[in-house]
Protein backbone atom coordinates (compact mmCIF):
# COMPACT_ATOMS: atom_id res chain seq x y z
CA UNK A 1 0.00 0.00 0.00
CA UNK A 2 1.60 2.93 -0.88
CA UNK A 3 1.78 6.29 1.19
CA UNK A 4 -0.84 8.22 -1.12
CA UNK A 5 -3.33 5.78 -0.48
CA UNK A 6 -2.17 5.39 3.83
CA UNK A 7 -2.83 9.06 3.66
CA UNK A 8 -5.91 8.93 2.17
CA UNK A 9 -7.42 6.17 4.44
CA UNK A 10 -6.45 8.60 7.42
CA UNK A 11 -8.09 11.76 5.23
CA UNK A 12 -10.97 10.38 4.59
CA UNK A 13 -11.93 7.88 7.84
CA UNK A 14 -10.94 11.66 9.66
CA UNK A 15 -13.64 13.77 7.26
CA UNK A 16 -16.20 10.95 7.44
CA UNK A 17 -15.98 11.73 12.07
CA UNK A 18 -15.94 15.08 11.47
CA UNK A 19 -19.00 15.06 9.05
CA UNK A 20 -20.55 12.36 10.92
CA UNK A 21 -20.47 14.86 14.04
CA UNK A 22 -21.95 17.75 12.13
CA UNK A 23 -24.67 15.67 10.98
CA UNK A 24 -25.70 14.66 14.71
CA UNK A 25 -25.49 18.31 15.73
CA UNK A 26 -27.84 19.44 12.57
CA UNK A 27 -30.11 16.63 12.11
CA UNK A 28 -29.32 14.45 14.92
CA UNK A 29 -31.90 13.78 18.07
CA UNK A 30 -33.36 16.44 19.78
CA UNK A 31 -34.25 17.45 23.07
CA UNK A 32 -37.91 16.25 24.10
CA UNK A 33 -40.32 17.35 26.72
CA UNK A 34 -39.33 16.20 30.05
CA UNK A 35 -41.38 12.75 31.39
CA UNK A 36 -42.54 13.48 34.48
CA UNK A 37 -39.74 11.73 36.65
CA UNK A 38 -37.63 14.42 35.09
CA UNK A 39 -39.63 17.26 35.82
CA UNK A 40 -39.98 16.81 39.43
CA UNK A 41 -37.76 19.98 40.28
CA UNK A 42 -39.65 22.17 38.89
CA UNK A 43 -42.28 21.71 41.53
CA UNK A 44 -42.50 24.23 44.31
CA UNK A 45 -42.35 22.93 47.73
CA UNK A 46 -40.66 25.40 49.93
CA UNK A 47 -42.73 28.57 48.94
CA UNK A 48 -46.25 27.56 49.76
CA UNK A 49 -45.53 25.78 53.15
CA UNK A 50 -45.34 21.70 51.91
CA UNK A 51 -41.89 21.06 52.82
CA UNK A 52 -39.85 17.67 52.19
CA UNK A 53 -38.56 15.41 54.12
CA UNK A 54 -34.86 15.46 55.86
CA UNK A 55 -33.58 12.71 53.78
CA UNK A 56 -31.76 12.83 50.74
CA UNK A 57 -33.59 11.19 48.55
CA UNK A 58 -36.97 12.86 49.80
CA UNK A 59 -35.25 16.27 49.05
CA UNK A 60 -34.23 15.47 45.56
CA UNK A 61 -37.49 15.96 44.13
CA UNK A 62 -38.55 19.12 46.57
CA UNK A 63 -35.70 20.93 45.67
CA UNK A 64 -37.77 24.03 44.36
CA UNK A 65 -36.69 24.87 40.86
CA UNK A 66 -35.56 28.22 39.24
CA UNK A 67 -37.43 31.18 38.85
CA UNK A 68 -36.90 31.43 34.55
CA UNK A 69 -33.88 33.88 33.67
CA UNK A 70 -34.07 37.26 33.46
CA UNK A 71 -37.26 37.62 36.10
CA UNK A 72 -36.61 40.54 38.26
CA UNK A 73 -34.93 40.24 41.82
CA UNK A 74 -36.77 41.59 44.72
CA UNK A 75 -35.49 44.85 46.58
CA UNK A 76 -33.70 43.78 49.09
CA UNK A 77 -31.68 41.49 46.71
CA UNK A 78 -28.46 42.71 45.51
CA UNK A 79 -25.49 41.87 43.22
CA UNK A 80 -21.86 41.98 44.79
CA UNK A 81 -18.79 40.86 43.55
CA UNK A 82 -15.80 39.01 44.65
CA UNK A 83 -12.75 39.52 42.89
CA UNK A 84 -9.39 37.29 43.40
CA UNK A 85 -6.14 37.26 41.09
CA UNK A 86 -7.74 34.65 38.61
CA UNK A 87 -11.56 35.02 38.99
CA UNK A 88 -13.97 37.92 39.12
CA UNK A 89 -17.47 36.63 40.53
CA UNK A 90 -20.79 38.03 41.14
CA UNK A 91 -22.82 36.76 43.46
CA UNK A 92 -26.47 37.30 43.68
CA UNK A 93 -27.76 37.64 47.20
CA UNK A 94 -31.32 35.89 46.35
CA UNK A 95 -29.80 32.82 47.50
CA UNK A 96 -26.49 33.62 47.49
CA UNK A 97 -25.96 32.16 43.84
CA UNK A 98 -22.83 32.76 41.57
CA UNK A 99 -24.43 34.32 38.55
CA UNK A 100 -21.46 35.30 36.55
CA UNK A 101 -17.57 34.24 36.68
CA UNK A 102 -15.00 35.68 34.34
CA UNK A 103 -12.01 33.87 34.23
CA UNK A 104 -9.63 36.77 34.31
CA UNK A 105 -6.10 35.27 32.96
CA UNK A 106 -8.35 33.91 29.92
CA UNK A 107 -9.10 36.36 27.44
CA UNK A 108 -12.36 35.71 25.20
CA UNK A 109 -10.40 36.99 21.83
CA UNK A 110 -6.68 37.10 21.35
CA UNK A 111 -4.67 40.43 21.98
CA UNK A 112 -4.44 42.79 18.88
CA UNK A 113 -3.66 46.35 18.39
CA UNK A 114 -6.89 47.64 18.18
CA UNK A 115 -7.97 45.24 20.85
CA UNK A 116 -5.21 44.81 23.27
CA UNK A 117 -6.96 44.10 26.74
CA UNK A 118 -10.06 41.79 25.47
CA UNK A 119 -12.27 41.25 27.62
CA UNK A 120 -12.14 38.01 30.15
CA UNK A 121 -13.86 34.76 29.15
CA UNK A 122 -17.35 35.02 31.11
CA UNK A 123 -18.45 31.00 31.99
CA UNK A 124 -21.56 31.81 34.28
CA UNK A 125 -23.93 34.02 33.45
CA UNK A 126 -27.09 35.04 34.42
CA UNK A 127 -28.17 36.88 30.52
CA UNK A 128 -31.13 34.73 29.03
CA UNK A 129 -29.33 33.76 26.26
CA UNK A 130 -26.20 32.37 27.66
CA UNK A 131 -27.93 31.62 31.17
CA UNK A 132 -25.91 29.54 33.39
CA UNK A 133 -26.08 29.73 37.03
CA UNK A 134 -24.05 27.92 40.65
CA UNK A 135 -26.87 27.73 43.01
CA UNK A 136 -26.59 26.31 46.47
CA UNK A 137 -29.02 25.75 49.39
CA UNK A 138 -31.08 24.24 52.61
CA UNK A 139 -34.26 22.39 52.58
CA UNK A 140 -36.24 21.02 55.75
CA UNK A 141 -39.13 19.96 56.75
CA UNK A 142 -38.78 21.92 60.13
CA UNK A 143 -40.12 25.08 59.04
CA UNK A 144 -38.38 27.56 56.62
CA UNK A 145 -34.61 27.49 55.38
CA UNK A 146 -32.83 29.00 53.11
CA UNK A 147 -32.90 27.81 49.65
CA UNK A 148 -30.92 29.49 46.51
CA UNK A 149 -34.38 31.72 46.41
CA UNK A 150 -33.61 33.07 49.59
CA UNK A 151 -32.67 36.53 50.32
CA UNK A 152 -28.89 36.74 52.24
CA UNK A 153 -27.69 39.82 53.34
CA UNK A 154 -23.95 40.95 52.42
CA UNK A 155 -21.76 43.71 55.05
CA UNK A 156 -20.66 45.39 51.31
CA UNK A 157 -21.15 44.78 47.46
CA UNK A 158 -17.86 44.52 46.53
CA UNK A 159 -14.43 42.23 47.47
CA UNK A 160 -11.03 42.06 46.44
CA UNK A 161 -7.93 39.80 47.37
CA UNK A 162 -5.58 42.42 48.26
CA UNK A 163 -1.61 42.76 47.83
CA UNK A 164 0.08 40.42 50.08
CA UNK A 165 -2.92 38.40 50.92
CA UNK A 166 -3.60 35.06 49.87
CA UNK A 167 -7.12 34.27 51.06
CA UNK A 168 -10.38 36.35 50.64
CA UNK A 169 -14.09 35.32 52.83
CA UNK A 170 -17.28 36.96 52.46
CA UNK A 171 -20.15 36.25 54.39
CA UNK A 172 -23.70 36.26 53.55
CA UNK A 173 -26.59 35.83 56.45
CA UNK A 174 -30.19 34.90 56.14
CA UNK A 175 -31.91 34.44 59.64
CA UNK A 176 -35.85 33.73 60.29
CA UNK A 177 -38.15 35.04 63.27
CA UNK A 178 -37.78 31.33 64.86
CA UNK A 179 -34.21 32.45 65.45
CA UNK A 180 -32.16 29.94 63.05
CA UNK A 181 -29.33 31.68 61.46
CA UNK A 182 -27.29 30.31 58.51
CA UNK A 183 -24.20 32.18 57.36
CA UNK A 184 -23.06 31.28 53.43
CA UNK A 185 -19.26 31.84 53.13
CA UNK A 186 -17.40 31.97 50.35
CA UNK A 187 -13.77 31.49 49.79
CA UNK A 188 -11.54 32.37 47.08
CA UNK A 189 -7.42 31.54 47.14
CA UNK A 190 -4.81 33.87 44.93
CA UNK A 191 -4.46 31.59 41.85
CA UNK A 192 -7.26 29.04 42.39
CA UNK A 193 -10.11 28.67 39.81
CA UNK A 194 -11.83 26.87 43.26
CA UNK A 195 -14.37 28.72 45.28
CA UNK A 196 -15.00 27.14 48.45
CA UNK A 197 -18.33 27.40 49.76
CA UNK A 198 -19.36 26.71 53.54
CA UNK A 199 -23.40 27.01 54.65
CA UNK A 200 -23.01 27.32 58.94
CA UNK A 201 -26.30 26.03 60.64
CA UNK A 202 -26.62 28.26 64.09
CA UNK A 203 -30.25 27.21 65.76
CA UNK A 204 -31.33 29.51 67.70
CA UNK A 205 -34.61 28.38 68.14
CA UNK A 206 -36.02 26.17 70.52
CA UNK A 207 -36.67 23.22 68.35
CA UNK A 208 -34.45 21.32 66.52
CA UNK A 209 -33.67 21.41 62.89
CA UNK A 210 -33.02 18.82 60.42
CA UNK A 211 -32.91 19.16 57.10
CA UNK A 212 -30.35 18.71 53.70
CA UNK A 213 -27.82 21.03 51.75
CA UNK A 214 -27.87 20.97 48.46
CA UNK A 215 -26.01 22.66 45.23
CA UNK A 216 -26.46 22.40 41.41
CA UNK A 217 -25.99 24.01 38.38
CA UNK A 218 -28.41 25.08 36.04
CA UNK A 219 -27.80 26.20 32.19
CA UNK A 220 -29.98 27.01 28.67
CA UNK A 221 -28.20 24.58 25.88
CA UNK A 222 -25.82 27.04 24.03
CA UNK A 223 -26.78 28.22 20.33
CA UNK A 224 -25.98 26.08 17.69
CA UNK A 225 -24.36 26.40 14.74
CA UNK A 226 -26.54 27.16 11.58
CA UNK A 227 -25.09 25.15 8.93
CA UNK A 228 -23.18 21.77 8.40
CA UNK A 229 -20.68 23.20 7.28
CA UNK A 230 -19.79 25.90 10.55
CA UNK A 231 -19.88 22.52 12.31
CA UNK A 232 -17.27 20.93 10.57
CA UNK A 233 -14.60 23.80 10.62
CA UNK A 234 -15.37 24.82 13.94
CA UNK A 235 -13.30 23.11 16.93
CA UNK A 236 -15.75 23.91 19.53
CA UNK A 237 -18.86 22.05 17.98
CA UNK A 238 -16.93 18.78 18.12
CA UNK A 239 -16.34 19.04 22.06
CA UNK A 240 -18.84 17.78 24.55
CA UNK A 241 -21.39 20.21 25.82
CA UNK A 242 -23.76 18.76 28.67
CA UNK A 243 -23.72 17.68 32.09
CA UNK A 244 -21.33 15.02 33.69
CA UNK A 245 -20.45 13.33 37.15
CA UNK A 246 -18.16 11.37 38.83
CA UNK A 247 -18.29 8.31 40.95
CA UNK A 248 -15.57 6.02 41.85
CA UNK A 249 -16.94 2.92 40.87
CA UNK A 250 -18.07 3.88 37.49
CA UNK A 251 -15.50 6.91 36.71
CA UNK A 252 -16.92 9.89 34.73
CA UNK A 253 -20.17 9.45 32.74
CA UNK A 254 -21.69 12.23 30.13
CA UNK A 255 -25.00 13.18 29.67
CA UNK A 256 -25.06 15.43 26.13
CA UNK A 257 -28.29 18.33 26.61
CA UNK A 258 -30.69 16.22 24.04
CA UNK A 259 -30.83 13.04 26.45
CA UNK A 260 -31.95 14.68 29.83
CA UNK A 261 -35.57 13.80 29.09
CA UNK A 262 -34.80 10.38 28.12
CA UNK A 263 -32.34 9.36 30.61
CA UNK A 264 -33.11 11.18 33.95
CA UNK A 265 -30.16 10.42 36.57
CA UNK A 266 -31.25 9.75 40.36
CA UNK A 267 -27.87 7.98 41.94
CA UNK A 268 -26.90 8.21 45.41
CA UNK A 269 -22.67 8.65 44.87
CA UNK A 270 -19.98 9.19 48.24
CA UNK A 271 -16.70 10.62 46.92
CA UNK A 272 -18.10 12.23 43.21
CA UNK A 273 -19.08 15.48 41.59
CA UNK A 274 -21.27 17.07 39.27
CA UNK A 275 -20.64 19.38 36.77
CA UNK A 276 -21.66 20.90 33.79
CA UNK A 277 -18.69 20.89 30.44
CA UNK A 278 -18.06 23.08 27.20
CA UNK A 279 -15.44 23.50 25.22
CA UNK A 280 -12.18 24.34 26.94
CA UNK A 281 -14.00 25.24 30.10
CA UNK A 282 -16.06 23.75 32.99
CA UNK A 283 -18.10 24.54 36.30
CA UNK A 284 -18.07 21.99 39.06
CA UNK A 285 -19.43 21.16 42.19
CA UNK A 286 -17.45 19.35 44.45
CA UNK A 287 -19.15 18.16 47.70
CA UNK A 288 -17.10 16.60 50.95
CA UNK A 289 -15.71 13.06 49.77
CA UNK A 290 -17.40 11.17 52.64
CA UNK A 291 -20.56 12.31 52.21
CA UNK A 292 -23.44 10.30 50.56
CA UNK A 293 -24.71 13.01 47.96
CA UNK A 294 -28.52 12.03 45.74
CA UNK A 295 -27.43 12.83 42.03
CA UNK A 296 -30.16 13.76 39.93
CA UNK A 297 -30.96 15.76 36.34
CA UNK A 298 -34.20 17.64 35.32
CA UNK A 299 -35.54 19.41 32.75
CA UNK A 300 -37.36 22.92 33.73
CA UNK A 301 -39.40 24.37 31.64
CA UNK A 302 -39.15 21.64 28.85
CA UNK A 303 -41.89 23.04 26.54
CA UNK A 304 -40.42 26.78 25.68
CA UNK A 305 -37.46 27.66 23.11
CA UNK A 306 -35.40 28.24 25.98
CA UNK A 307 -35.30 24.71 28.38
CA UNK A 308 -33.23 24.90 31.42
CA UNK A 309 -31.32 21.90 32.05
CA UNK A 310 -29.87 21.15 35.47
CA UNK A 311 -27.82 18.70 37.62
CA UNK A 312 -28.05 18.73 41.03
CA UNK A 313 -26.16 17.21 44.62
CA UNK A 314 -28.16 16.66 47.94
CA UNK A 315 -26.71 15.86 50.95
CA UNK A 316 -27.27 13.69 53.77
CA UNK A 317 -29.85 14.56 56.57
CA UNK A 318 -28.32 17.36 59.01
CA UNK A 319 -29.65 16.98 62.79
CA UNK A 320 -29.18 20.68 64.72
CA UNK A 321 -30.03 20.28 68.18
CA UNK A 322 -31.46 24.01 69.79
CA UNK A 323 -28.21 26.01 70.95
CA UNK A 324 -26.02 24.20 68.08
CA UNK A 325 -24.45 24.94 65.25
CA UNK A 326 -23.32 22.81 62.24
CA UNK A 327 -21.08 23.55 58.88
CA UNK A 328 -21.43 21.73 55.61
CA UNK A 329 -18.68 22.38 53.53
CA UNK A 330 -18.18 22.01 49.12
CA UNK A 331 -16.54 23.07 46.60
CA UNK A 332 -16.89 24.90 43.37
CA UNK A 333 -14.57 25.43 40.01
CA UNK A 334 -14.79 27.14 38.04
CA UNK A 335 -11.98 27.55 35.36
CA UNK A 336 -10.05 25.53 32.35
CA UNK A 337 -9.41 22.15 31.64
CA UNK A 338 -6.16 21.81 32.50
CA UNK A 339 -4.97 18.51 32.27
CA UNK A 340 -2.63 17.22 35.29
CA UNK A 341 -3.59 19.63 37.91
CA UNK A 342 -7.35 18.64 38.16
CA UNK A 343 -6.89 15.74 40.02
CA UNK A 344 -5.27 17.13 42.83
CA UNK A 345 -8.42 18.91 43.01
CA UNK A 346 -10.35 16.02 43.03
CA UNK A 347 -10.46 12.53 41.73
CA UNK A 348 -11.34 11.92 38.61
CA UNK A 349 -11.37 15.77 37.66
CA UNK A 350 -8.89 15.26 34.91
CA UNK A 351 -11.88 13.23 32.75
CA UNK A 352 -13.42 16.65 31.97
CA UNK A 353 -11.05 16.81 29.08
CA UNK A 354 -13.39 14.24 27.39
CA UNK A 355 -11.40 12.16 25.04
CA UNK A 356 -14.24 9.71 24.68
CA UNK A 357 -13.29 6.29 23.46
CA UNK A 358 -9.48 7.71 23.08
CA UNK A 359 -9.07 8.10 26.25
CA UNK A 360 -6.38 5.65 26.67
CA UNK A 361 -4.04 7.05 23.91
CA UNK A 362 -4.98 10.90 24.21
CA UNK A 363 -4.23 11.61 28.07
CA UNK A 364 -0.58 9.75 26.93
CA UNK A 365 -0.24 12.16 24.36
CA UNK A 366 -1.06 15.23 26.56
CA UNK A 367 1.40 14.36 28.86
CA UNK A 368 4.11 13.79 26.39
CA UNK A 369 2.82 16.98 24.40
CA UNK A 370 2.74 18.93 28.25
CA UNK A 371 6.47 17.55 28.63
CA UNK A 372 8.13 18.76 25.19
CA UNK A 373 6.77 22.14 26.08
CA UNK A 374 8.05 22.36 29.30
CA UNK A 375 11.18 22.00 27.52
CA UNK A 376 10.66 24.30 24.15
CA UNK A 377 8.55 26.55 25.71
CA UNK A 378 6.09 26.80 22.72
CA UNK A 379 2.95 24.72 21.71
CA UNK A 380 3.83 24.70 18.06
CA UNK A 381 8.06 23.45 18.59
CA UNK A 382 5.90 20.73 21.22
CA UNK A 383 3.97 19.60 18.19
CA UNK A 384 6.76 19.44 16.10
CA UNK A 385 8.83 17.35 18.85
CA UNK A 386 6.55 14.97 19.16
CA UNK A 387 6.04 14.27 15.55
CA UNK A 388 9.34 13.31 15.49
CA UNK A 389 9.55 11.39 17.98
CA UNK A 390 6.50 9.24 16.94
CA UNK A 391 7.83 9.02 13.82
CA UNK A 392 10.93 7.76 15.72
CA UNK A 393 8.89 5.31 17.55
CA UNK A 394 7.10 4.08 14.28
CA UNK A 395 10.61 4.66 12.52
CA UNK A 396 11.07 0.16 11.51
CA UNK A 397 7.76 -0.04 10.82
CA UNK A 398 7.29 2.64 8.24
CA UNK A 399 10.52 2.30 6.79
CA UNK A 400 9.01 -0.94 5.74
CA UNK A 401 6.11 0.64 3.79
CA UNK A 402 8.71 2.97 1.90
CA UNK A 403 10.80 0.25 0.91
CA UNK A 404 8.34 -2.01 -0.60
CA UNK A 405 6.98 1.09 -2.02
CA UNK A 406 10.31 2.05 -3.73
CA UNK A 407 11.01 -1.72 -4.98
CA UNK A 408 7.14 -1.39 -6.39
CA UNK A 409 7.93 2.09 -8.05
CA UNK A 410 11.15 0.62 -9.70
CA UNK A 411 8.54 -2.17 -10.41
CA UNK A 412 5.74 -0.01 -12.62
CA UNK A 413 7.23 -0.19 -16.10
CA UNK A 414 6.76 -3.93 -15.84
CA UNK A 415 3.18 -3.95 -14.25
CA UNK A 416 2.42 -1.31 -16.81
CA UNK A 417 3.67 -4.33 -19.26
CA UNK A 418 1.19 -6.94 -17.34
CA UNK A 419 -1.17 -4.59 -17.97
CA UNK A 420 -1.23 -4.25 -22.11
CA UNK A 421 -0.64 -8.40 -21.90
CA UNK A 422 -4.11 -8.70 -19.98
CA UNK A 423 -6.19 -6.12 -20.80
CA UNK A 424 -9.42 -6.32 -19.26
CA UNK A 425 -8.49 -9.79 -17.64
CA UNK A 426 -8.33 -8.72 -14.30
CA UNK A 427 -8.39 -12.19 -12.78
CA UNK A 428 -4.87 -13.07 -14.44
CA UNK A 429 -3.63 -9.66 -13.81
CA UNK A 430 -3.67 -10.16 -10.30
CA UNK A 431 -2.25 -13.45 -10.81
CA UNK A 432 0.58 -12.54 -13.09
CA UNK A 433 1.19 -9.37 -10.70
CA UNK A 434 1.41 -11.41 -7.57
CA UNK A 435 4.08 -13.66 -9.32
CA UNK A 436 6.05 -10.96 -10.20
CA UNK A 437 5.73 -9.57 -6.33
CA UNK A 438 6.96 -12.90 -5.34
CA UNK A 439 9.67 -13.31 -7.33
CA UNK A 440 10.87 -9.80 -7.02
CA UNK A 441 10.13 -10.48 -2.90
CA UNK A 442 7.78 -7.36 -2.55
CA UNK A 443 5.27 -6.84 -0.36
CA UNK A 444 2.50 -4.87 -1.23
CA UNK A 445 0.35 -5.39 1.92
CA UNK A 446 3.73 -4.29 3.93
CA UNK A 447 2.27 -0.83 4.35
CA UNK A 448 -1.02 -2.26 6.41
CA UNK A 449 0.49 -2.60 9.87
CA UNK A 450 1.49 0.89 10.44
CA UNK A 451 -1.28 1.92 9.36
CA UNK A 452 -3.52 0.38 12.04
CA UNK A 453 -0.39 1.33 14.78
CA UNK A 454 -0.20 4.87 13.69
CA UNK A 455 -4.19 5.20 13.19
CA UNK A 456 -5.26 5.15 16.63
CA UNK A 457 -2.21 7.62 17.76
CA UNK A 458 -3.49 10.30 14.79
CA UNK A 459 -6.99 10.07 16.60
CA UNK A 460 -6.09 10.33 19.59
CA UNK A 461 -3.60 13.06 19.21
CA UNK A 462 -6.66 15.21 16.71
CA UNK A 463 -8.52 15.08 20.37
CA UNK A 464 -5.98 16.53 22.38
CA UNK A 465 -5.24 19.15 19.54
CA UNK A 466 -8.72 20.20 19.49
CA UNK A 467 -9.70 19.62 23.32
CA UNK A 468 -6.30 21.59 24.89
CA UNK A 469 -7.04 24.87 26.20
CA UNK A 470 -3.05 25.19 27.22
CA UNK A 471 -2.85 25.55 22.64
CA UNK A 472 -5.67 27.69 22.63
CA UNK A 473 -5.08 31.61 21.72
CA UNK A 474 -0.72 30.18 21.76
CA UNK A 475 1.54 32.03 18.98
CA UNK A 476 3.33 29.77 17.10
CA UNK A 477 6.04 31.49 15.06
CA UNK A 478 5.48 34.36 12.57
CA UNK A 479 1.71 35.16 11.09
CA UNK A 480 1.02 32.55 13.73
CA UNK A 481 -0.54 33.93 16.82
CA UNK A 482 -3.29 31.32 17.72
CA UNK A 483 -2.82 27.75 17.32
CA UNK A 484 -5.90 27.26 18.31
CA UNK A 485 -7.81 29.44 15.28
CA UNK A 486 -6.97 28.48 11.28
CA UNK A 487 -4.10 29.89 9.25
CA UNK A 488 -4.94 33.79 8.54
CA UNK A 489 -2.88 33.26 5.58
CA UNK A 490 -3.15 29.73 4.78
CA UNK A 491 0.49 29.27 4.42
CA UNK A 492 0.51 25.64 6.22
CA UNK A 493 -1.93 24.86 4.14
CA UNK A 494 -0.33 25.28 0.92
CA UNK A 495 2.69 23.95 2.45
CA UNK A 496 1.04 20.56 3.00
CA UNK A 497 -0.58 20.62 -0.57
CA UNK A 498 3.10 20.54 -1.96
CA UNK A 499 4.08 18.02 0.25
CA UNK A 500 1.68 15.51 -0.51
CA UNK A 501 1.80 16.68 -4.10
CA UNK A 502 5.47 15.47 -3.71
CA UNK A 503 4.80 12.39 -1.88
CA UNK A 504 2.78 11.18 -4.65
CA UNK A 505 5.39 11.70 -7.53
CA UNK A 506 7.60 9.50 -5.41
CA UNK A 507 4.82 6.63 -4.66
CA UNK A 508 4.19 3.85 -7.16
CA UNK A 509 1.28 4.24 -9.24
CA UNK A 510 -1.67 1.83 -7.88
CA UNK A 511 -1.86 -1.12 -10.29
CA UNK A 512 -5.13 -1.80 -11.63
CA UNK A 513 -6.33 1.81 -11.28
CA UNK A 514 -8.06 3.12 -13.95
CA UNK A 515 -7.85 6.75 -15.38
CA UNK A 516 -10.35 8.25 -13.33
CA UNK A 517 -8.98 6.72 -10.54
CA UNK A 518 -5.76 8.09 -10.88
CA UNK A 519 -7.50 11.57 -11.51
CA UNK A 520 -9.15 11.56 -8.15
CA UNK A 521 -5.94 10.33 -6.49
CA UNK A 522 -3.63 13.50 -8.08
CA UNK A 523 -6.64 15.95 -7.04
CA UNK A 524 -7.80 14.70 -3.22
CA UNK A 525 -4.24 16.37 -1.36
CA UNK A 526 -5.56 19.54 -3.27
CA UNK A 527 -9.61 19.05 -2.15
CA UNK A 528 -8.34 18.12 1.70
CA UNK A 529 -5.20 21.07 1.85
CA UNK A 530 -8.88 23.34 0.65
CA UNK A 531 -10.61 21.86 3.92
CA UNK A 532 -7.49 22.35 6.17
CA UNK A 533 -8.11 26.36 5.42
CA UNK A 534 -10.52 26.37 8.27
CA UNK A 535 -8.68 23.51 10.38
CA UNK A 536 -7.05 25.19 13.38
CA UNK A 537 -3.27 25.93 12.59
CA UNK A 538 -1.78 23.45 15.48
CA UNK A 539 -3.24 20.42 13.75
CA UNK A 540 -2.59 21.52 10.52
CA UNK A 541 1.17 22.20 11.37
CA UNK A 542 0.99 18.28 12.66
CA UNK A 543 -0.15 17.02 9.17
CA UNK A 544 2.56 19.29 7.52
CA UNK A 545 5.34 18.21 10.08
CA UNK A 546 4.11 14.56 10.01
CA UNK A 547 4.39 14.76 5.74
CA UNK A 548 7.73 16.65 5.74
CA UNK A 549 9.10 13.87 7.72
CA UNK A 550 7.62 10.87 6.10
CA UNK A 551 8.59 12.51 2.82
CA UNK A 552 12.12 12.80 4.05
CA UNK A 553 11.96 9.44 4.66
CA UNK A 554 10.46 8.14 2.08
CA UNK A 555 12.81 9.72 -0.13
CA UNK A 556 16.33 8.54 1.77
CA UNK A 557 14.77 5.25 1.65
CA UNK A 558 14.16 5.29 -1.99
CA UNK A 559 17.04 6.57 -2.82
CA UNK A 560 19.39 3.40 -0.78
CA UNK A 561 17.01 1.12 -2.40
CA UNK A 562 18.40 2.58 -6.02
CA UNK A 563 21.54 2.61 -4.77
CA UNK A 564 21.76 -0.91 -3.49
CA UNK A 565 20.37 -2.18 -7.46
CA UNK A 566 22.71 0.08 -8.99
CA UNK A 567 25.81 -1.61 -6.68
CA UNK A 568 24.05 -4.71 -7.45
CA UNK A 569 24.12 -4.36 -10.96
CA UNK A 570 27.75 -2.68 -11.27
CA UNK A 571 29.20 -5.83 -9.08
Not at 485 to 493: I, R
Request: overall charge neutral.
Amino acid sequence: MNQTRTFLIFALLAVGYLLFMAWEKDYGPQPQAAVASSSTAATPAIADGSVPGATASSAVANVPANTAPGTPNEASAQLITLSSDVLRLTVDTRGGSVVRSELLTYPSVPATKKTPDPAPVRLLDDEQAQYFVAQSGLVSNQGSAPDHRAVFQAAQSSYALTQGQDELKVDLSWQNEAGLKVTKTYVLKRGSFVVGMDQKIENGSGNAWQGNAYEQLQRVAPAQQKSWWQNFSDPSSHSFYGAAWYSPEDKLATLPFADFAKKPLNHAITGGWASMLQHYFFVAWIPQAQDANTYSTSVINPDTAQPIYLIRAVGPSLNVAPGQSLTTASRLYIGPKLQGTLDQVAPGLDLTTNYGMLTVVAQPLHWLLSKLHAISGNWGVAIILLVLLLKAALWKLTAAQFRSGAKMRKLQPRVNALKERYGDDKMKMQQAMMELYKKEKVNPMSGCLPVLITMPVFFGLYRVLMESVELRHSPFFGWIHDLSAPDPFFVLPVIYILVMLATQWLSPSAAGMDPAQQKMMKVMPVVFGFMFLFFPAGLVLYWVVNGLTSLAQQWLITRSVERAEENAKAA
